[in-house]
Structures are given as structure tokens and as C-alpha cells.
């Protein structure tokens, strides 16, 4: 009888040995969609309970085995573990990760320790799936507990996050150690392109550290789903730790929040506050779009008599027909750091006539058609000048403009036929003879030609009634050559031509 119960003895201590040596193994286990995945015991104290704990079994392959010991990357930790009151009997339990994509999880496992408990051990609580950081905690009786999160793959579990409690009024509590690693700090977002900005940030670790990266992770909701920047070949990005910027390109970039840690050798520290892409980020102060300030920089005009000169050789003495008004941007050029940025693909300055000031900005139709002899009320048009040479004139001209509504002639012959005018005529007032007849005739020509001076005046006088306005223009090209987002300043203040040139304001 001694000697059974003695076997019966080594059996029980064989068995429990067994379970011992097994306790890093790999078992499936049964997740809440029913599916199995492959869960490592925590390499901590952790405890398997018997209803839904991690399972354990020892006849793992040697050839399973041999992969598992040859894996040199570490199983990244989750960090920034917190729970959130729903209601009295459910919590929302997160945590931030930053996947190892030489070594992804499988997925994280919960863990609650009950301090009240006979023999108080960390044991299962519930698992969530890769790239799933968020679990729903539901049930009774969970005031005074304690909760971690670790992840895991089929080798092994991570580090487990940092501990809460959940409180007596059922709020969590945070029980963390200060952390290890400095976190960013300063993170700001400049402006650098129409559809570019830059994320920076200062660290002030200053020991060096080959292995530091940082990592940025996005989220569209600033509480939920955040995940890792992604460089060209779709894996997680990560920063080199000399670096403090990061550029974000693309107009449905914006409305997106933005927060970075620290990864030191596979320990991730603590995210920084979450920090939001707004429409209205100001551009860098050296690249901002100011509002340019043109100013006239000379004008002329020659409409004084028909005879430009008393060079009888010539038989058509002609006159310079025509006014012009010249604008030249006097400040805030456009930034040397604009035309040379490597975002840039054109820039220019943009002007725009029109003659109603008080209608314009109310009704802006098609003024084509009408911009050079025709009042074009309440609307206006746009001509584009080179940053390089920042004016743009605006001219009558009475040789090449038309003036009636069926544009069949031009300023000069209808200005000719209405007056009587003649170019023919003109060298007779050269002529020597001085009979009545003579001077008959030269008082005649004279009234036509002052006539006709007064007809082209008359023409040329409409650019007095127009109005410009200047603007710089912007676009870049992120989305390739032609095909960016453009963006502009504000059109400066309009400036009336009224003043601007002689027929204007005679000398």
C-alpha cells in the first residue's frame, strides 16, 4: 500500500514538473470571434486561470523551437496603457504600440492582478488582435483590480505595459514608473508649400544613441485607431534620431492629429500630446504668401497734335497713338525660398482689371472680349507677370484697337471719318503759298486734326476709369509636375489708374 501511494506521489510530482518545464511553450487559444491564435505564457509570473487563461503545451517541434531561438529582434513592448470609464460595469482598456516590423505580433493579451485574491498572481483577462489597441472590459466586481497589456507572437510575450487600476468610483488610476526615455518636446507645424508642412520637434536626450528612432503616428480621431506613418514600401516609418522634422504632403492630410515617441532598442517611451493639421497653419514666416504692393512706376503718353514733328520730307507724319499705365510690385517680392523651394513648381505674380469698384467683387462675368476697348462693367479679368520682373503695364492703343460694337474698323479711322481728317492733308500746311485760299484751307485741316486729337483723347481717356489689383500666385508639386495644389495671397487694395497717366491728369 506504501508503495502505491509512493507511485502515486512521483506521478503527481513528474506531472507538475511537466507543466514547469513547459511554461515557455507555445499553445492556441480561443479568442472572443472564435477563432484560435498561438499564446505564449507571459515570461512574467504570470498565472493561467481555468476559465479562458493562456494554455501552455510542451510538444512544440524542434524545429519550431530552433526558429523561435533564433530570432534576434525584440517583440516590442505597449506602452501608454490606459483605461476609460464607460459605464458602472464596462471600461474602455488602450494602449499605444509601435510595431517591430522584423518582429509583428500576433496579437496582446490582457492581464488583471486581484490583490484581494487567495494567492494574488497576474493572470488572463482577454486578448485583442493585432493592430487592435483597444479592448472592451465588461463585468462586475472589477473596482481594486489591477490591468497590464503584453503582446505576442508565437515565440514568446513582450515586456508588459505600464499598470491601472481600476478605482473604487470605477475611474482608472495610473500606477506607472517615471519613464526611461525623454519624450519629444515643442512639437509644432509650420506651413512650407501650398500642400506641404513640417513637422518638427526638439529632444533633449543628449546621449547618443545609435539605435534611437522616433516615430509619428497618425489618427483621424484624436483618441482612436492611431497608427504609424508609412514610408514608400508601406512598412512603418521610422525617424532617425539626428532628425527633428518630418514634411506631410497632401491636402487630405488636413483635420489629422499627429503625435511621436521615442524608440530606444525596441522601448518605446511615452507619446507626446496629440497635435492637430488645421487649415489654418500659417506658412514659415520667410515663405509667407504676403499681399505684394505695387506702385506706379512710369506712364506716358503722345496725343498732343497729329504732327509729331515739322519734317515736311515725310508725307505721313505719324504720332505715337496710344497711353499705358505701368505697375511695378515696390514690396514684398515674391521669397527667394519660395522660388527656390524643392516643393515649388511655378509662382508668379497675377493682376486684375476692372472698372467698377463698387460692383466687382458682386458679379464677376466674362469680360473677354472687352479688354481693351470696352468698359467691362462689373466684372474683371486676370493677366499672369513673371516673379522676375514684377510689372505689367496696361495700354490703349488707337492703331490696333477696335471701338464700335461690330469691331469692323479701328479707333484712328473711325476717329478720321467722323472729323475729317486726312493724313493726305497734312503736308499742305507746309506749303508755302499764302493766299486766302491757302490759309482757308489750313485753318480747315488744323480744326480737323485738333478734332481728331480730341477724338483719340476721348478714347484713350477710358483707361482712367480702371481699377487693378495684384496678387501672388502658388503652386507646388507634390502631386507631379503641373498637377500640384495652388494656393495665393490676398488681391492687394485696388488702385485706381485715375492719376496714373497724362490723358489722366494732364501736365
Known sequence: MKKLTFWKFSTTVAFLFSLSACSNSSAPDELDDGSSTTTPTSTSSTKSSSSGATKTKSSASNANQAACDALKEV??????????????????????????????????????????????????EGNSNADVTIYKLEGAKKAGKYYRVAAYDKCATSKESNRMQIKSNGY???????????????????????????????????????????????????????????????????????????????????????????????????????????????YRDYMALNVPEPSTKYSYLYTIGIEANNDTATRYDETVTQVVATFTVDNNFISKYIVESEYTDTVYYEVRWFNSLENYNYYKGNCEGKKKNEKCDSCYWSETFPYQEPSVSKRFDVRADFADAAKTTSVFKSCAASTGFSEANHEKLFDPDTSASHKAEWSRILQNEFNMSLCLQSYLSDICGYYAQFRIVWKDNTNGKGKGETDWSEWSAPISLDGATRVCSPE
Do not use: C
Open 172 to 282: 482608472g488610476d495610473a500606477e506607472t514608473t517615471t519613464p526611461k526615455t525623454d519624450i519629444p518636446t515643442d512639437v509644432a507645424i509650420v506651413r512650407v508649400a501650398p500642400s506641404v508642412w513640417e513637422l518638427s520637434w526638439k529632444y533633449s536626450e543628449t546621449t547618443d544613441n545609435p539605435n534611437r528612432k522616433f516615430v509619428i503616428q497618425t489618427s483621424k480621431l484624436k483618441n482612436f485607431k492611431w497608427t504609424g506613418v508609412k514610408s514608400s514600401d508601406g512598412k512603418d516609418q521610422f525617424i532617425d534620431g539626428n532628425v527633428r522634422h518630418y514634411y506631410i504632403q497632401g491636402r487630405d492630410k488636413i483635420e489629422t492629429y499627429y503625435r511621436m515617441a521615442v524608440v530606444n532598442s525596441g522601448d518605446t517611451s511615452a507619446f507626446t500630446e496629440a497635435i492637430q493639421l488645421t487649415p489654418d497653419i500659417a
Open 75 to 124: 517583440l516590442a513592448a505597449p506602452s501608454g496603457f490606459a483605461i476609460e470609464k464607460v459605464t458602472d460595469s464596462s471600461w474602455t482598456l488602450s494602449w499605444d504600440y509601435t510595431r517591430n516590423d522584423n518582429r509583428p505580433e500576433e496579437g496582446f493579451e490582457i492581464q488583471v492582478l486581484d490583490m484581494d485574491a487567495e494567492s494574488p498572481e497576474w493572470e488572463h
